[in-house]
């Protein structure tokens, strides 16, 4: 059976902490790679929930790939093969040479489990983040070890964008961040660098123009539609801004922007949207409520 090793430090095994959108998606394109993966979450149905949705995920996957029927669901059951669940973190961490944590955003919480994660782990093992909003030094304050720590920051549907960016803190190694780097190529993603700064690259970019669209239909001078229709067709993206941040979720999009909010007050940029605020407070936060910047109910 093929098995990916990844030069540097020898990563053969990689557990996820986290099995929502994000933790499910990067278990699927870290099985289908090669690596043996464990999933963890201390919620049973949230394990069942990513299984299912992989696999639906895999065997759509597989049907775009030249071979034969045979061949097509032999990576499939190889793929799923691969994953195992648990729903201890110190358990699932245990065997990892990598551990890949895709928790929901609180800082609290991602430093609990890495306090966690540090106690049972291997001494040799990396530890990284898949944070979208906290300094990678912040989710690391309480960890001992901090030159083994970096963040892999996936994007959504993980299994089908090509980017991951690579992040390191003032304390990660150069054998760590080399390492990522060769996962990350290894999982079939482009990596990109960028310093341990709000957002990184993208979301630095992306959760800002997301306000202004809002700012921007608030004010009056377009429809949502009409800005959505102008940046697919005048700007080249896949979705426009409200049906992308309705993709991702705006409590996600609030959550990040209050905490930028919070910690950089002299950031203009970074200031809320009464809008934003409203449909979060009435429990729209898009595709997956079934109701968000527009509804998906029908
Ligand atoms: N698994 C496998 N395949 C998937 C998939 C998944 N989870 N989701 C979509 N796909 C596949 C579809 O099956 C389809 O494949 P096909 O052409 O062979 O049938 C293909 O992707 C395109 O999907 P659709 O036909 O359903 O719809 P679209 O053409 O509109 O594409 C999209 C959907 C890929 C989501 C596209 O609209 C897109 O790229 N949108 C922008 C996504 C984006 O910007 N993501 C980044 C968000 S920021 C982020 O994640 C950071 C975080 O920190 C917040």
């Not at 990067?26 to 069942?48: E, P, R």
């Not at 409590?251 to 809008?275: H, I, N, R």
Request: proline share 3%; charged share 25%.
């Amino acid at each position: 059976m093929f098995t990916a090793k990844c030069a540097m430090q020898n990563i053969r095994n990689v557990a996820i902490v986290g099995s929502g959108q994000m933790g499910s998606g990067i278990a699927q394109v870290t099985a289908s790679s090669g690596f043996n993966v464990m999933l963890a979450d201390v919620n049973k149905k949230a394990l069942d929930r990513a299984m299912k949705a992989i696999s639906q995920s895999v065997t759509h996957l597989s049907k775009k790939q030249k071979g034969t029927d045979k061949e097509k669901s032999d990576f499939v059951t190889l793929t799923m093969s691969r994953i195992k669940t648990c729903n201890n973190v110190s358990t699932a961490v245990a065997d990892a040479d990598l551990i890949i944590e895709a928790a929901i955003e609180n800082i609290d919480l991602k430093r609990g489990i890495f306090a966690q994660i540090e106690q049972s782990c291997k001494k040799d093992s990396i530890l990284t983040t898949n944070t979208s909003s906290f300094l990678l030094e912040d989710v690391a304050k309480g960890l001992q070890d901090k030159t083994r720590f970096g963040g892999l920051h996936f994007f959504n549907p993980v299994p089908v964008m090509k980017l991951l960016e690579v992040i390191r803190s003032d304390d990660t190694s150069d054998e760590t961040y080399a390492t990522l780097i060769k996962f990350g190529t290894a999982v079939g993603k482009t990596t990109v660098a960028c310093k341990d700064s709000p957002g990184f690259i993208v979301n630095r970019l992306l959760i800002p123009y997301f306000f202004e669209a809002a700012r921007m239909y608030e004010r009056g001078d377009a429809s949502m539609t009409d800005i959505d229709e102008a940046m697919k067709l005048g700007a080249g993206h896949p979705m426009g801004p409200f049906e992308l941040a309705d993709y991702i979720g705006l409590d996600t999009v609030k959550f990040v922007m209050d905490g930028w909010a919070a910690k950089y007050p002299e950031v203009q940029l970074f200031e809320a949207s009464p809008l934003v605020d409203k449909l979060v407070a009435e429990g729209k936060l898009g595709r997956k409520t079934g109701d968000g910047f527009y509804s998906y109910k029908k």
